[in-house]
């Protein structure tokens, strides 16, 4: 499953669950704002708190609004 | 009537009297997450540090009103943002600033200090206006707050002294703190 990292009031969270829901691909919100643990899990796999983050498995991952590398990401699933 | 007349929900969703800060000097502020500028998060924060042992608190009203369209966001290469860390003034509960549903007290604090227009000088100034004529023309009618970061500075009576734009930097507003203190 496809897990994006995001927070509200995010623009480019917004761009990536767009992007990925005209693709038809299925993913989880996990919202670092209200959940400490999606917090604790955003930094272990990015090193940060920035966001979106886009990951399949938790150890790859896509920041930021980047369509290249999010395809090239889906492209490894 | 001045801000202690009001009240504002804290971040656990209780009711917060601004009376509760009587004899500080405020600076309220509509803040937004780390999307654009971004500095004025780290600014306040200093601003606070450096004051707070005299009585000066810095109050944050997060509000998402204007985060979809960050100004600038197409050229630039960030295409990101970050959650606010290692922010210790008091950060209230997300609200409306502007149009019917507003907060009170912003309606308040806006009837009290007009728009006065951006200082041109500031480098994201003319983006900014761009944006909002292309985007939210009628955000830049009458008084209302126009963008995230318009801070409100109040003496220690309550009473609202200044208006600050986005194009303000907080580093700027130091001077106009001491002064109050």
């Not at chain 2, 509000?63 to 050229?75: K, L, T, V």
């Not at chain 2, 728009?115 to 004529?133: C, Q, R, T, V, Y």
Request: negative net charge.
């Amino acid at each position: 499953m496809v897990k994006v990292y995001s927070f509200e009031g995010c623009p480019y969270c917004d761009k990536v669950k767009k992007y990925l829901a005209a693709r038809g691909i299925a993913y989880e919100v996990h919202d670092i704002e209200e959940n400490p643990e999606d917090a604790a899990e955003c930094q272990r796999i990015s090193g940060d708190l920035t966001v979106p983050v886009t990951t399949i498995d938790g150890k790859n991952f896509v920041l930021g609004f980047d369509k290249k590398k999010i395809d090239e990401l889906l492209a490894t699933a | 009537m001045n801000v202690y007349d009001f009240t504002a929900k804290n971040k656990r969703g209780e009711d917060k009297s601004l009376a509760d800060y009587k004899n500080n000097v405020l600076l309220i502020v509509n803040t937004a997450s780390k999307c654009g500028f971004t500095y004025q998060y780290d600014e306040l924060q200093k601003l606070y540090d450096a004051y707070k042992d005299k009585g000066f608190v810095v109050l944050g009203f997060p509000c998402n009103q204007f985060a979809g369209q960050e100004p600038g966001s197409n050229d630039e290469v960030q295409q990101f943002c970050k959650l606010n860390y290692g922010v210790t003034f008091p950060i209230f509960a997300k609200g409306d600033v502007r149009g019917d549903n507003a907060q009170p007290l912003f309606k308040f604090l806006t009837a009290q200090k007009k728009f006065e227009g951006f200082d041109m000088n500031h480098p994201i100034a003319s983006k900014l206006l761009d944006a909002l004529k292309q985007n939210f023309p009628e955000f830049l009618e009458g008084d209302g707050i126009k963008w995230n970061f318009t801070k409100f500075l109040i003496d220690r009576s309550g009473n609202v002294v200044k208006r600050f734009e986005p194009t303000t930097n907080p580093a700027e507003i130091a001077k106009d703190i001491e002064n109050l203190l």
